[in-house]
C-alpha cells in the first residue's frame, strides 16, 4: 500500500488525536506542500462531533501550532449498539470480543492494511453501521435591535440578539464623541453575543474601523474569541452603504457566524400554552 506521507509529526499527531476522548482512529492527509489538508476521525457516538472537531483543532494548535481549518477536520461516528448475532444453525455460548492491542508505532516503512479478525465458528458478523457527520443546517444569529441614545455627554448603545427561542439584549455606554457611536454598537453586539452563548469562552472587541474598499465605505470588526489558554482572532466586514450603525453590528456577526457553528447557544425554556 502506497504511503502518503513520510513526516513522524504526522504519526505523533495522529497518535495524540486517537488519545481525545471518543476518538478511536484518526488519519491526518498532506498535500504536496506539506500542509494539512485533511484531518479524518473515527468517533464513539457519545461525543457530539462538534466538540471532538474543536478538540483536534486545539490539540494541533497546542502541541504542534497548526492552525487547521475546522471545514478540514471529518468526523465518522461508529454505532456500538450493534453485536453479533447468532446463526439460525447454531446456538453457540456467548462470545465476547477481545480488544485488539494497538500497533506499535513503526519508524519508517508503509504501514500494513489492517486484517479483519475471523469470526467464530457459528457467528454470523454484522457490518457495523456508521454515521458520516454532515454539516446540519443550524439557525443564525440574527439582530432584532440596534438602538442609540444621546444623554448629553454620554452615548447608549443597545443591541439585540436571537438565535433560535433564545434572545439576549446587551448596553453599553460611553462618551459622546465622533465615531464613538460604532464602536459602542460593536461592542454591545459583543456582549449580545457572549450572553447567547453556553460556553466557557469569552469574546472581546478588538478593534472597529471603517475601511474604503473599491470606492467602498466598510466597518471592518477584529474580535478576540479566549477559550481556556487558547485566543484567537476572526475579522468580519459590512459594507456601510445602507445604514451606517447596523454595519457595525454585522461585521461583528460576519467574523463569529462561522466560527460559532461548533459552540453550544442557550435555550430558551418553551413557554406553556394558554
Not at 75 to 97: G, M, T
Not at 250 to 264: E, I, K, S
Request: hydrophobic content about 40%; glycine content about 6%.
Amino acid at each position: 500500500m502506497e504511503e502518503h506521507h513520510d513526516d513522524d509529526w504526522v504519526r505523533d499527531a495522529e497518535r495524540w488525536i486517537c488519545q481525545i476522548q471518543g476518538v478511536r482512529q484518526c488519519r491526518i492527509d498532506l498535500d504536496d506542500e506539506g500542509e494539512v489538508s485533511g484531518v479524518h476521525v473515527v468517533s464513539h457516538t457519545s461525543r457530539d462531533p462538534r466538540h471532538i472537531v474543536r478538540d483536534v483543532e486545539g490539540l494541533l494548535k497546542a502541541r504542534l501550532n497548526l492552525d487547521v481549518y475546522y471545514k478540514k477536520i471529518g468526523v465518522v461516528q461508529i454505532l456500538d449498539a450493534d453485536q453479533p448475532q447468532p446463526s439460525k444453525d447454531a446456538e453457540p455460548p456467548a462470545h465476547r470480543a477481545e480488544p485488539v492491542p494497538a500497533a506499535p508505532a513503526e519508524a519508517s516503512g508503509p504501514r500494513p492494511a489492517p486484517q479483519p479478525a475471523a469470526a467464530p465458528e457459528g457467528i454470523e458478523t454484522l457490518p457495523r453501521p456508521a454515521v458520516l457527520v454532515e454539516d446540519a443546517p443550524q439557525a443564525r444569529v440574527e439582530c432584532t435591535r440596534i438602538a442609540l441614545e444621546s444623554r448629553g455627554a454620554m452615548l447608549r448603545a443597545v443591541v439585540g440578539l436571537a438565535r433560535g427561542t433564545a434572545e439576549a439584549n446587551y448596553e453599553r455606554e460611553g462618551p459622546n464623541h465622533p465615531g464613538m457611536d460604532a464602536q459602542l454598537l460593536a461592542q454591545a453586539a459583543v456582549g449580545a453575543l457572549q450572553d447567547l452563548l453556553d460556553e466557557p469562552v469569552t469574546l472581546s472587541l478588538a478593534d472597529l474601523r471603517i475601511a474604503e474598499v473599491a470606492g467602498e465605505d466598510l466597518s471592518v470588526a477584529a474580535v478576540d474569541l479566549v477559550e481556556g489558554r487558547r485566543s484567537e482572532r476572526y475579522y468580519g466586514c459590512c459594507s456601510r452603504r445602507f445604514n451606517a450603525r447596523e454595519a457595525s453590528v454585522y461585521a461583528v456577526l460576519d467574523a463569529l457566524n462561522r466560527r460559532l457553528t461548533l459552540f453550544n447557544f442557550k435555550e430558551e425554556p418553551a413557554r406553556p400554552l394558554n
